[in-house]
């Protein structure tokens, strides 16, 4: 299995981006895909996860702001990321949950400033 994130970058305060996470490598779907951060200094923290069947979950420093969605057809996950702050600066990384075993993404770097 693989994750092959996209879509970082460098905004300015109150931007928006929108990352892409794509899974090769699976065989019918993922129980849960999501998106992780990690900022220097910090620990990875959770940003927004989704599980099939189930309402998405946000940390609450993102929520009304991030919007996440996957694409079962495609494996795909996608991270809408509005009214961006210099707080949301790090590294994002992709996650999935496929068959019990947790895979991740490379990182991908967010930045916002003016």
């Known amino acids: 299995v693989q994750l092959q994130a996209s879509g970082g970058g460098l905004v300015q305060p109150g931007g928006s981006l929108r990352l892409s996470c794509a899974a090769s490598?699976?065989?019918?779907?993922?129980?849960?895909m999501g998106w992780y951060r990690q900022a220097p200094g910090k620990q990875r923290e959770l940003v927004a996860r989704?599980?099939?069947?189930?309402?998405?979950n946000y940390a609450d420093s993102v929520k009304g702001r991030f919007t996440i969605s996957r694409d079962n057809a495609k494996n795909t996950v996608y991270l809408q990321m509005n009214s961006l702050k210099p707080e949301d600066t790090a590294v994002y990384y992709c996650n999935a949950v496929y068959r019990l075993s947790n895979y991740w993404g490379q990182g991908t770097q967010v930045t916002v400033s003016s």
């Open positions: 989704i599980i099939s069947g189930h309402v998405p």
């Open positions: 490598g699976i065989i019918g779907s993922t129980s849960a």
